[in-house]
């Protein structure tokens, strides 16, 4: 059976919309800032944590210790 061109014209214009909007959600999660931003808030999430900050600590005073050892041997 044959569809109504109106019919058809507006189910085309609903796909467009669907699409534009589709496309403005990718645009808006997909921006570089924003991952930029997303990123750099969870990496100073991560260092707010004290138990990394203790092992960042450690492994920093570990890397002194063998640097210094290092120079007078």
Same mark, same amino acid.
């Given at each position: 059976? *044959? +569809?109504?061109?109106?019919?058809?014209? !507006?189910?085309?214009?609903?796909? +467009? &919309?669907?699409?534009?909007s589709t496309?403005?959600q990718?645009?808006?999660?997909a921006?570089?800032?924003k991952?930029? &931003? &997303? *990123?750099t808030?969870?990496v100073?999430s991560?260092? &707010?944590?004290? !138990? %990394?900050? *203790?092992?960042?600590?450690?492994?920093?005073?570990? %890397?002194?210790?063998?640097?210094? !050892?290092r120079?007078?041997?």
């Amino acid at each position: 059976m *044959a +569809r109504d061109p109106d019919t058809i014209q !507006r189910d085309i214009e609903q796909a +467009r &919309d669907a699409l534009a909007s589709t496309l403005d959600q990718l645009g808006t999660k997909a921006n570089p800032k924003k991952l930029v &931003d &997303d *990123a750099t808030s969870s990496v100073k999430s991560k260092f &707010d944590d004290p !138990r %990394v900050k *203790a092992a960042l600590i450690g492994v920093g005073v570990l %890397v002194a210790v063998l640097v210094v !050892r290092r120079i007078f041997r």
